[in-house]
């Protein structure tokens, strides 16, 4: 009697573990995670490790509907403040930290774009494309996105450039996790062509998993993927072929995803784990603790074993984000990579924007076998006004 109780025991336990894990938006993903998990502590300790870290902010200065002067203020504190408080730091790579903005063309004003745009000048970070929209049609979402891409270039001289056409490109993610129409209710979407739609207007990859504990998260965790529309259905990026393991489908959208685990060290009512999805806010400051587990999800090119991506994501416009990306937290962060950095000959880190990501994504799957910093710029160049100057070896041959 005493081991059947204890089988039942933990039977009911694995069961209040699932359904915690399903509402969470985690169900759909288990298998690839525990498949994903003989993989999982091999960091290595012993040999060269190259963290690339990006910080994809869902930048919302009017998030809440706040008035305009508040949303005013919002923008002004990450100006002012951003170059005061991490000026000072550097890389492995001598860079300074850096900021994407993935700012919402549903809530556009231009005076929040330039003000971004001027501190991206000074050297802390790019712009890309946000988008909130419900109910929509494949057509808008063609013709807002046209004419955004084109206004920040024409009027805000910003986003990325091709590097043989100077065609502009732009980073995106989508509001409301649903990218692709991906919520089982089909709201804050409507297309289920989204990814041609992205990629047929300049899109160079999307940015917007993970999305746990939302719905909208895909079964593909902690990965690089090339993933095909299916028009006739949402949801298409749920699985893909990984960068590195087999040459990009034609007509694909390359997808770069942040860090996704179960966190058992630090658990709900002593049973359930916490999600570890690569959210910086409040309730979740930037940690060494964290960047372990951060490694650990990881999301590499085969090519390039010694190269961790590592995309983190934020609403760093709030207050409440404020006073851990432009607090204490975020600044400790910085001041313990260094003091990591120091210690440890092996240990390298990067900060990089979400073009310079997608660049080295770009040059791992090249089989690039030069220097970070030498691939910044692989395929994609910084607008003209936040461009670096170039010598002749930091452009790649498989670029030319």
């Not at 869902?58 to 991490?86: D, I, M, S």
């Amino acid at each position: 009697m005493a081991l059947e109780a204890g089988l039942l025991a933990g039977v009911l336990g694995l069961l209040g573990v699932w359904w915690g894990l399903h509402r969470r938006g985690l169900s759909q993903c288990l298998i690839p995670y525990v498949i994903q998990s003989r993989h999982r502590n091999r960091v290595p300790t012993d040999r060269p490790l190259h963290v690339l870290l990006c910080i994809a902010d869902h930048y919302e200065p009017r998030c809440g509907r706040v008035p305009a002067a508040q949303a005013n203020a919002r923008v002004a504190t990450w100006v002012e403040k951003y170059p005061v408080l991490f000026g000072r730091f550097r890389d492995s790579d001598d860079q300074p930290p850096q900021q994407s903005f993935f700012f919402p063309i549903d809530e556009y004003d231009a005076d929040h774009v330039d003000a971004l745009a001027g501190l991206c000048r000074a050297g802390f970070g790019e712009v890309d494309i946000h988008l909130h929209h419900d109910h929509d049609t494949a057509a808008a979402l063609r013709q807002r996105l046209l004419e955004f891409v084109q206004r920040f270039r024409d009027r805000h001289g910003l986003l990325a450039r091709e590097r043989h056409t100077g065609q502009a490109r732009y980073g995106f993610i989508h509001g409301n996790w649903a990218l692709d129409n991906s919520r089982p209710d089909g709201r804050w979407c409507g297309v289920n062509n989204e990814l041609d739609i992205l990629r047929q207007t300049g899109c160079y990859a999307d940015f917007t998993l993970p999305s746990a504990p939302s719905p909208a998260q895909t079964r593909k965790i902690n990965s690089l993927y090339y993933a095909c529309d299916n028009p006739l259905a949402p949801k298409s990026h749920d699985w893909g072929v990984d960068v590195g393991r087999a040459a990009p489908p034609p007509d694909s959208l390359l997808l770069i995803q942040g860090p996704l685990l179960l966190n058992w060290r630090n658990r709900k009512a002593g049973l359930l784990p916490h999600i570890e999805n690569g959210c910086l806010q409040a309730t979740q400051p930037p940690t060494l603790e964290r960047l372990d587990l951060w490694l650990r999800a990881g999301v590499q090119v085969p090519a390039r074993p010694d190269w961790f991506f590592v995309k983190l994501h934020t609403h760093g416009a709030t207050e409440a984000n404020q006073a851990v990306m432009l607090g204490r937290p975020m600044v400790e962060f910085h001041e313990a990579l260094a003091q990591r950095a120091a210690r440890d000959p092996y240990f390298h880190y990067h900060y990089v924007t979400a073009r310079e990501m997608y660049n080295l994504v770009k040059a791992a799957e090249a089989g690039w076998p030069g220097t970070v910093a030498a691939a910044r710029d692989f395929a994609l160049l910084a607008p003209p006004l936040l461009a670096r100057p170039q010598m002749q070896h930091v452009i790649p041959q498989h670029a030319q």
